[in-house]
T-cell receptor, first 115, second 111 residues
Framework: SAVISQKPSRDICQRGTSLTIQCQVD?????MFWYRQQPGQSLTLIAT?????????ESGFVIDKFPISRPNLTFSTLTVSNMSPEDSSIYLC????????????FGAGSRLTVL | GEDVEQSLFLSVREGDSSVINCTYT??????LYWYKQEPGAGLQLLTY?????DMKQDQRLTVLLNKKDKHLSLRIADTQTGDSAIYFC???????????FGSGTRLSIRP
C-alpha cells in the first residue's frame, strides 16, 4: 500500500495565524482526502483533492478557511487559515487504495494546537 | 442521514475476546470497515466486509454484519496488550461516494 508522509507532525500556533500541512505520497494517486479528527470525535471529511481541479468541500467547510492545493498526483497541501482554538485538532491526509473497495490509507496526522 | 455510532470505551482482560460493536444508518452502504489507530499514528485498515456478506474471518479477527439491523461487530480473539488502540468503524456510502467514520472505541487491556 502507499506510504504517506505528513509535515508537520505537530505544531503549536497562535490565534489568527495560518499553517500549511503537506502530504506526500510515494506513488501516484487520483484521489486524496483531508480529514479532521477532533478529540473524542469521529473523523470528519474536510475535502477531496483531485489533481487538476478545485477541491470538493464537505458541508461546513469552505475554501477560504481551508484552501487546498493539489499540484500533482503525489502531493497535496491543506492550509488552516486564521486559526482559532476551535481549530485545534489532528488533520489527516489519506488516499484511496484498492478503489474497488474504497479502502483508505492514512498519514500519521498533523496535530495542531492553537493558543 | 449519515451516522455511525460506537461505544467510546471497552476494557477486557488479556487473553479474553474483545467484541467492539457499531451501528450505522445508511442501508445502501457497499463496504464496512474496521480501522485501528495506535497512539501518535494514523489509522490503519484492519479489515473490511462487503455488504452482501455476513461474516469474515482473518486470523484472530472476526467481523459479523447484520444488515437488517445495520449492526457491525469486530471480535478479537485472545486479546493481547498490543491490541490496545482506538478502533474505528466506517461505512462506504454509495450515494455520496465517501466514507463515514464512527467516533472510535478505545480498547484497553488489563492483566
Amino acid at each position: 500500500s502507499a506510504v504517506i508522509s505528513q509535515k508537520p507532525s505537530r505544531d503549536i500556533c497562535q490565534r489568527g495565524t495560518s499553517l500549511t500541512i503537506q502530504c506526500q505520497v510515494d506513488s501516484q494517486v487520483t484521489m486524496m482526502f483531508w480529514y479532521r479528527q477532533q478529540p473524542g470525535q469521529s473523523l470528519t471529511l474536510i475535502a477531496t483533492a483531485n489533481q487538476g481541479s478545485e477541491a470538493t468541500y464537505e458541508s461546513g467547510f469552505v475554501i477560504d478557511k481551508f484552501p487546498i492545493s493539489r499540484p500533482n498526483l503525489t502531493f497535496s497541501t491543506l492550509t488552516v487559515s486564521n486559526m482559532s482554538p476551535e481549530d485545534s485538532s489532528i488533520y489527516l491526509c489519506s488516499v484511496e487504495q484498492n478503489s474497488g473497495a474504497n479502502v483508505l490509507t492514512f498519514g500519521a496526522g498533523s496535530r495542531l494546537t492553537v493558543l | 442521514g449519515e451516522d455511525v455510532e460506537q461505544s467510546l470505551f471497552l476494557s477486557v482482560r488479556e487473553g479474553d475476546s474483545s467484541v467492539i460493536n457499531c451501528t450505522y444508518t445508511d442501508s445502501s452502504s457497499t463496504y464496512l470497515y474496521w480501522y485501528k489507530q495506535e497512539p501518535g499514528a494514523g489509522l490503519q485498515l484492519l479489515t473490511y466486509i462487503f455488504s452482501n456478506m455476513d461474516m469474515k474471518q482473518d486470523q484472530r479477527l472476526t467481523v459479523l454484519l447484520n444488515k437488517k439491523d445495520k449492526h457491525l461487530s469486530l471480535r478479537i480473539a485472545d486479546t493481547q496488550t498490543g491490541d490496545s488502540a482506538i478502533y474505528f468503524c466506517a461505512e462506504s456510502m454509495r450515494s455520496a461516494s465517501k466514507i463515514i467514520f464512527g467516533s472510535g472505541t478505545r480498547l484497553s487491556i488489563r492483566p
